[in-house]
């Protein structure tokens, strides 16, 4: 299940195409104004999405990490 994140107008979040700062919310929908300075109308329920992913991957990424750098264990070969 999808973590709704709390948007705030005036703060930076991040998605697949860099920093952007929201400008405004009206409801669901929200603009955001990233790098390139366009005002682009979005979602609150998409950034939620891309959010959670990326933080999802994020630990994906940390949990392969520790993974590989734990000492293998041999298996035990039967005679």
């Known amino acids: 299940m ?6 705030e107008v005036g703060k930076k979040y991040k998605n ?3 920093t952007y700062t929201v400008l405004t919310i ?3 929908v929200m603009h955001i104004s990233g790098k ?4 682009v109308a979005t979602t609150v ?4 999405r891309v959010l959670e992913n ?10 392969l990490k520790i993974k590989a750098a734990s000492p ?3 298996a035990a070969v039967a005679v």
């Open 45 to 48: 329920k998409l950034q939620s």
């Open 72 to 74: 293998r264990k041999k």
């Open 16 to 18: 697949r195409m860099g």
């Open 36 to 39: 390139m300075g366009k005002d």
């Open 2 to 7: 999808i973590k709704e994140t709390t948007f």
């Open 26 to 28: 009206d409801g669901d």
């Open 54 to 63: 990326i933080r999802r991957e994020i630990e994906d990424l940390a949990l």
